[in-house]
Every structure is written in C-alpha cells, then in structure tokens.
C-alpha cells in the first residue's frame, strides 16, 4: 500500500513533482503513464528512497519513505532507472547479493533463487557470468533480485522498455500474477498499450503535476475520449497539437 | 548492520578478484619496485665489491727497465703480465682497466736517486677504471714508501721523524654505505605501492558501480548508505593491504637473492619487521583508501576518477624520493605529519636503527585520526542525493 501526499521535488530551477498526491492499493496494479520527463521516474525514486522530496510525504506499508528509510525499503522491491548488473557476477550470485543485503541466507535463499529462475525461466543462463547478456537476460535478473526478498510492494521503473514482444509478456504476466497474490505494484511506462493493458488503475502525469488517475472507464468518462491514447492527449493538453 | 557490511566487502572483494586490473594492481605492480632495486643492486654489487677482491692484472710495459718494481709488484699480489703494444688504445677500447708503463730512463734516475718517472694508463670515465687507478697507485705508493724508508734509514735518520701523521686506514666496509643508500630507495617505493594498491577497487565499487548503473539498484537495499560505503571501502583496504605485503616480502626475497657478505640487508627484511612496517603503516592505507573513496565518489565519471587516481600515488611519494638524496633525521614532531612520518620510519625500520616506540604511536594515532575524518567525509558523500547521478 502507497500512499503520497503533496509531493514536491525540483532540481535547480527544474520543477520535477508538483503538488503530487495519489495512492497505490494492495492487489492492484497501478500505472504511472507520462510523456518523457514528466516527472515518474522523479516520483518512484522518492518512492524507493534514492530521492529525499523538498516537502509532502510518500508512505510505504504506512513507513515514511524519509524518516523510516529501512522500515521501506525491506518492504519494496524495485528495478530502478538504473539496472545494471556486474560483469564479472553471475546471474545467480546477483540474486544471491541482493537477498544476503535483505537478510536471507542459506539454502532458503538458494530455493528461492531457484524458483525466481523457474518463473522467469533463467535456468539456461543462471550460471553464466552477466558479461555479454541479453537486454532481456539483464532485465530478468534485475527482476530476479528485486523479488527475492519477497516483497509486498513492488516498484517497476519502465519494465519492459527495450524488450521483445515475447519477454514483454513473460513481465507482464509475472506482474499480474504477483498482483494475484495482494501484492502492491507500482510501474511507469510511456508506452500507452502496455498501461492500458496491464494496469487496474492509471495516473497521468505531466510536467510534475498529476493530471488525473483511476481506472480505465472512471478515466474515459472524465475526459469523454473513447481510448486511452485520447484520454491521454486530451489530460495532457496535447490533443489540440496532436 | 555488520553482517551486510560483510556481505557487501565480501562480494566487492570477489569480484574484483575476477577483474584482472584489480590482481595486476595488487599482486604484480608491487613486485617492480624489488625487481627494479634487485638489479640496482646486483649491477652496484658487481662492480663494487666483487671486483677489488680478484687479483689486480695489471699489463707492464718496460718491465725489463725495473726488476725491482715488478717483483714487488708481484710480491704484493698483483698479476703482471706483458702490455700491449699500443697500451693507450687498449684501455680506452676496455681490454684492460689499467696498464703501467716504465719509460727507459726509469732505471738510472731510479738508481740515482732521482724521483723517477712512471706512467699510469687509464680510463677514470669507467667505474672499474676508477677501481683499478686506486689499486695501482695504492701499490705503487707502497713500493714508493718502502724506498724511501731504506733510503732514509740508509742515511741513520729515524724514520719516526719524517713520519708526523701516521694514518692508519679504517676500512668501513664499501657495501655497507651502498646498501644504506639503496635502502633509502625502499620508503618512496613503499608510499607509491600502498596509493596504488586499493585504486582500481575504489574506482570500480564507486565511479564504475554509478556508470554501469548498478548502484541505484544496491541503493535500495536495507543497508545504510554508510555501510555500503564501508563493505566497499574495507575491500578495498584488503586489496591495499595485499599489494602491501606482496611488496615487503617481495623485497625480502630479493634483498635475499643479491646479497653478499659485504653487502647485506638480512636485518632489513625479517619477518618482524614485515609485521611491524604492516602494523604501523595500516593508518596510512586507510588514509589512502578514504581518498580514493572520496575522489572517486566526487567524480562524474570512471574516466575522470582514473585520470586523479593515477596521478595520486606519486604525490606521496615525493618526500621519500627526496629523502634519498638528503636524509632527515626523524624528530617527533615529525610524526605528526602522515606520510612524511610513515616515510622516516619505513626508512628505521629496513635500515634496522632503534625505533621510538612513541614515535610510532604518535604517527599511528594522528593517522588514524585522518582517516577516520576522511570516512565521515566519505559516508556524508555516500548520503548526498547526487551519489546516483554523478556530481
């Protein structure tokens, strides 16, 4: 459960977040739809604790995402902005890195590695050394070690740009699943279809202000637009332009 | 905290064992500076005192003028034997360090009593020329007193009288004096390797993890920013520390190999006093790696932390490379200064001299007073927003 608040962040003289509220529920998944630099990468990084915002408050789990920083971040699992791996580290050591820094240990780890490469089916490549992978072989295991620590709420920064139509259905069947299964998810994206097709409920954002967000329907009949590319030009001002 | 601190130093030390630059840095770049003062050494060695212990060859040319010079000569050691024909060219073309030429008229002013001529072909431009003109004129300064002495006393002088100086030649033996100042090549060889050693490692974990975009990721784990500033900074102290080690007993086994009886470092190399350069040093290389994390974490890029860091290892050494042309004499006040105070007592401790315990604690503790400030400094950058985006 996300909730935030009156979110503002600028850099410089660059107003990244406006006055941003909004809230993500458990067993929901929720997308964050925007042109380029409106602002949701800026939003999830608050969300994820790299970026401390200028004032207004983002809750995780009910912790704040400042003063409660480990309190979130055992609670989140994220593939950020950045996702690279180390050359040098296999695609199972990866995982394994990141479950050891949340706590697991043993073979409880292990099996929850080998299971993450089943459901992602990584088991050709687990071994391998992350030097030469894939676009989608790199995105796999960013996935893998953001989920291994099993966490209730889950943060996916354009998680499936780059990908193939096939792995780009692996993803967003993972995602539904875990959604399934209560989990809080939180993605942004700028490519409208996968928004529309994926999400339960979506959040238009542009130049840092949240334009307007619910679910498909709730989102049509706001705007009178018969499809989401309208409703997105029309929230977004750009449909005269366009 | 810890345990993830050690999860985070264990994985850092890992992979960059698999980084074939990480290995190059610590374990065969410090292997240079021994290799380097090894062959100094065994060239020095050669020509210095190997060579006065052989028996002086010395070609003759007159000999027939002086029976009495060249069995005194032979008396006294040398091995004389037939000159060349052009004696000049024979010893600026290198066939013979030195070669005596006694003119024909030696033998009446010699039997008149007259100082008599002789002449000493050689080349002072070559070491062993140098070697060989002191061996000559040492023997022929012995024929030289020798016939004076009869001469005098022929005459009923007391030779006592003409003798206001008696000198007698204390010999320090040569090699220790070069193997003193050779010595003093180890300190500023020392300082080089211990900036260097961690570099590689500093750079990779910091400005290379940001450019590879892991860092973000590892940023969002449960750990405090400062403990994963520390895992890595501890990695990269091992590493130090290796290259370190790797050095001193590197330069153990080579002082090992060209050492001989006139020449020896055995007190310079013990065990022991590994230990005890490893103990009082390790502020230093903590002091060193904390700079490392601090360049590299300011830095926009891998490539402008490379460009800094590499240059980084010689400003420290510049003292000791100084000090081995004017040796200073350690004071405590001295001590408080890092590096400097590292660099005097490197230099106590292979040339085996006493060393101040209060010296040593008072070089440590100011030390280790710096690189806890340079950690701080290092956990604050590790907190700023910017980490992920470069400066």
């Known amino acids: ?242 | 905290m810890w345990r993830r601190i050690l999860v985070v130093f264990i994985k850092e030390a890992v992979d960059n064992a698999r980084d074939r630059r990480s290995l190059l840095v610590a374990l065969i770049y410090p292997l240079m500076g021994p290799i380097l003062l090894g062959l100094l050494v065994s060239a020095i060695v050669d020509v210095v005192t190997v060579q006065p212990k052989q028996k002086l060859v010395l070609p003759v040319s007159g000999m027939e003028h002086a029976p009495g010079l060249v069995s005194f000569l032979r008396e006294h050691g040398v091995q004389v034997i037939a000159a060349p024909a052009d004696p000049e060219k024979s010893v600026r073309d290198g066939e013979h360090e030195g070669i005596l030429i006694i003119p024909a008229g030696y033998a009446r002013q010699f039997s008149a009593e007259q100082p008599a001529t002789l002449h000493v072909v050689v080349n002072s431009s070559r070491l062993p020329g140098l070697i060989a003109v002191n061996q000559i004129l040492g023997v022929l300064g012995a024929f030289n007193q020798e016939t004076w002495t009869e001469r005098i006393s022929a005459r009923g002088v007391d030779l006592k009288v003409l003798q206001p100086l008696e000198i007698k030649h204390i010999n320090v033996a040569a090699g220790k004096h070069i193997a003193e100042f050779l010595l003093f090549m180890v300190p500023p060889l020392f300082i080089f390797n211990l900036f260097m050693g961690g570099v590689y490692l500093a750079m990779d974990t910091t400005s290379g993890e940001r450019e590879r975009g892991s860092l973000e990721p590892l940023l969002v784990n449960p750990v405090a920013r400062w403990g994963l500033m520390f895992g890595k900074y501890l990695a990269a102290l091992l590493y130090t520390a290796v290259a370190v080690a790797v050095q001193l007993i590197a330069f153990a086994l080579i002082f090992k190999l060209v050492e001989t009886p006139e020449l020896s470092f055995t007190s310079a190399m013990s065990p022991i006093v590994i230990i005890g350069i490893l103990v009082t040093t390790l502020p230093l290389m903590m002091v060193a790696v904390g700079v490392q994390v601090i360049i590299a974490t300011l830095t926009l890029s891998y490539k402008e932390a490379q460009t800094y860091l590499g240059l980084l290892p010689l400003v420290p050494a510049i003292p000791g490379m100084v000090m081995v042309f004017a040796p200073v004499h350690a004071q405590g006040w001295m001590m408080t200064i890092p590096i400097f105070s590292q660099t005097l007592l490197l230099g106590q401790f292979v040339r085996g001299e006493p060393i101040a315990m209060t010296n040593v604690l008072m070089s440590m503790s100011v030390s280790g007073l710096i690189a806890a400030g340079l950690l701080l400094v290092a956990a604050r950058l590790y907190e700023r927003e910017k980490l992920i985006f470069g400066n």
């Open chain 1, 1 to 242: 459960m996300i909730e935030v608040r009156g979110l503002n962040k600028s850099f410089r003289s660059v107003r990244a977040l406006d006055n941003a509220a909004f809230e993500a529920p458990d067993g929901c998944i929720t997308g964050i739809i925007g042109p380029n630099g409106a602002g949701k990468t800026t939003a999830l990084r608050i969300l994820y604790t790299v970026l401390r915002p200028d004032s207004g408050t983002a809750t995780v789990d009910g912790f704040d995402t400042v003063t409660q920083r480990a309190d979130v971040q055992s609670r989140i699992g994220v593939v950020p902005d950045g996702r690279g791996l180390y050359p040098r580290l296999t695609a199972r050591e990866h995982i394994r890195y990141f479950g050891r820094l949340h706590g697991l240990v043993g073979s409880a780890l292990e099996e929850r590695i080998d299971e993450l490469a089943g459901i992602l089916r990584m088991s050709e490549f687990i071994e391998r050394r992350a030097k030469g992978f894939s676009k989608g072989q790199v995105r796999k295991v960013a996935l893998a070690r953001a989920l291994v620590h099993d966490p209730q709420n889950i943060l996916l920064d354009e998680p499936t740009n780059g990908l193939d139509v096939a792995s780009s259905r692996a993803v967003h069947g993972l995602i539904q699943t875990l959604r399934d299964r209560g989990r809080c998810i939180v993605f942004c994206s700028h490519i409208m279809q996968e928004v529309a097709a994926i999400s339960d409920r979506i959040i238009v954002i542009s130049e840092g202000r949240i334009m307007a967000q619910g679910t498909q329907p709730e989102l049509q009949d706001l705007t009178g637009e018969p499809d989401i590319e309208s409703v997105f030009l029309s929230l977004t001002g750009e449909l005269e332009s366009a």
